[in-house]
């Protein structure tokens, strides 16, 4: 049976968590309890009780290296109307980035997201500046309702 995030993804198009190199994916402010493994593992990702979630405030910086070059056209992201992230900042192919330097290089893309897109729509990316990814870095920098708390 095809989860709902599967069954929302166009027929071209792939899931890419079977592309993703485990070894090097990191997430730094998740809380140790609510990690990323929830939000990107088939499975995991698949059950309401399980989220990924922000420690310290409501930023949340993502890498994911894939194991080999990908093409990205659209993301799913799901998150409660509350605490789901609210701008999302993309990066193709920028190793290395923290919090203290996120800001000194421009996005391949920036997103709004409203509460409608964290039902699990595919949100549209510029597909010309996603053509040759090796890696991606995601940078949650806040959450719908303005609280310390993002989950996705």
């Known amino acids: 049976m095809a989860s709902v995030a599967s069954a929302a993804i166009p ?3 792939a899931d890419l968590v079977a592309f993703v190199d485990w070894r090097g994916v990191e997430c730094l402010n998740q809380s140790t309890s609510h990690s990323l493994d929830n939000a990107l593992k088939q499975g995991y990702r ?20 894939f194991t080999q070059v990908i093409k990205l056209h659209s993301v799913i992201i799901k998150g ?3 605490e789901g992230p609210k701008m999302v ?4 192919n920028k190793e290395h980035m923290g919090f203290s330097n996120v800001n000194d290089y421009p996005p391949s893309d920036s997103i709004a997201l409203s509460p409608k897109n964290l039902k699990e729509r595919p ?19 806040d959450n719908q309702g303005g609280n310390d708390i993002s989950k996705i």
Do not use: W
């Open 46 to 65: 698949d059950d309401d009780d399980l989220h990924l979630e922000s420690d310290a405030d409501e930023q949340l910086l993502i890498y994911i290296p």
């Open 11 to 13: 027929r071209s198009q």
């Open 89 to 92: 900042k993309l990066f193709a």
């Open 123 to 141: 949100v549209n990316l510029k597909y010309i500046k996603f053509q040759g990814v090796c890696s991606l870095t995601i940078f949650i920098e």
């Open 80 to 82: 409660p109307e509350e």
